[in-house]
C-alpha cells in the first residue's frame, strides 16, 4: 500500500509560480514511476507529467517549458515545479503511482491561476 499526499495548490495571478508536492509513505517511492495529473471541471483527467525510475522526465506539451518535475528520494517526496502559470493550468492536480496491481492517488490540490 502507498499514501501519497500533495500539497502546495493555491490561488496563484497569470504568470506567476507554484511548487506541488507529493508525499509518499515507505521508502519504495524511489523505486516507482510517479505522475502528475490534473483534472478542469468538465474535463477529463489528464497526464501533465511523469518521472521514472532513473529520474527521467516527459510532459504534456501544454505545460512544456514551463513545469519540472523532480523527485527527492531522501524525502520521499516528488514536486511539481509550474512556473508562467495561465488560467488554462486551473485544476485539481493529482499525484499518481503504480505499485504491483495497485493504482495509488492522493487527494488532490487545487490550482486556480486567475487573469
Known amino acids: 500500500q502507498v499514501q501519497l499526499v500533495e500539497s502546495g495548490g493555491g490561488l496563484v495571478q497569470a504568470g506567476g509560480s507554484l511548487r506541488l508536492s507529493c508525499a509518499a509513505s515507505?521508502?519504495?517511492?524511489?523505486?516507482?514511476?510517479v505522475g502528475w495529473y490534473r483534472q478542469a471541471p468538465g474535463k477529463q483527467r489528464e497526464l501533465v507529467a511523469f518521472i521514472t525510475t532513473t529520474d527521467s522526465t516527459a510532459y504534456a506539451d501544454s505545460v512544456k517549458g514551463r513545469f519540472t518535475i523532480s523527485r527527492d528520494t531522501a524525502k520521499n517526496t516528488v514536486y511539481l515545479e509550474m512556473n508562467s502559470l495561465k488560467p488554462e493550468d486551473t485544476a485539481v492536480y493529482y499525484c499518481h503511482t503504480q505499485w504491483g496491481p495497485g493504482n495509488f492517488w492522493g487527494q488532490g490540490t487545487q490550482v486556480t491561476v486567475s487573469s
Open positions: 515507505g521508502s519504495i517511492f524511489s523505486r516507482l514511476i
